[in-house]
């Protein structure tokens, strides 16, 4: 008597409906290479411990469900469900890839807050136009010494003195004014679509 014989005779002590005998998975794993189509969808003997739901439908149908993972491998936190129906009579496995049903299995993100993205793009707007206006101050009006750098923008650290500053009016000013043109365009789309694009 092979494995799938040894299942035919052993369903026949069951009764119709939900199967609660453990022995069946496993015999249902070891005959699973014998049934016809039973290497469908990538499926094989090692995964039907993982089947659930086994009902038997007299005289010789076998129902289960089964969760596959291929999903989940590719990031989703969503696993398929297929149903497998085994004919004994006939020796066959089958499943409709139309007749799935999908299942959480991860967990799902955090909804986006929108208000804290656009609030810090907004106070860095707003403090990138400070520093834009004393930079303007200080490349063309020329209104601040050394001191002043020191106190109210500490460039002095990074342009070393007030001549280097004078010689690289034109590419710092632009430089400054891009950044912030950014900015202001980020946080249109983020008011405009409600949704982080940065």
Same mark, same amino acid.
């Given at each position: 008597?092979?494995?799938?014989? +040894? ?32 290497? &469908? ?25 089964? $969760? ?5 491998? @590719? ?23 139309? &007749?799935? +049903? ?16 656009? $609030?810090?793009?907004?106070? &860095? ?26 106190? +109210? ?31 202001? @365009? @980020? ?12």
């Amino acid at each position: 008597m092979d494995a799938l014989d +040894e299942l035919r005779t052993y369903v026949k002590t069951l009764p119709e409906g939900r199967i609660t005998d453990a022995k069946v998975k496993l015999l249902i794993s070891h005959c699973w290479d014998l049934l016809e189509g039973s290497s &469908d969808h990538s499926m094989n003997m090692f995964k039907v411990h993982r089947a659930e739901d086994l009902m038997f439908n007299p005289p010789a149908t076998i129902l289960f469900n089964i $969760e596959r993972h291929g999903q989940t491998v @590719q990031g989703s936190i969503y696993a398929s469900v297929q149903k497998w129906q085994i004919n004994l009579i006939e020796g066959t496995a089958t499943s409709n890839p139309f &007749d799935e +049903e999908k299942r959480i299995v991860g967990k799902r993100d955090a909804p986006l807050k929108v208000n804290p993205i656009a $609030e810090k793009v907004v106070n &860095d707007i707003v403090n990138l136009n400070k520093k834009s206006e004393f930079l303007f101050n200080i490349l063309f009006q020329k209104r601040y010494n050394k001191q002043q750098l020191r106190a +109210e923008g500490g460039l002095e650290k990074s342009l070393k003195n007030y001549s280097q500053v004078k010689g690289g009016t034109e590419r710092l000013f632009i430089m400054f004014m891009r950044k912030k043109n950014l900015l202001d @365009q @980020q946080l249109c789309q983020i008011l405009k679509h409600g949704k982080n694009t940065l």
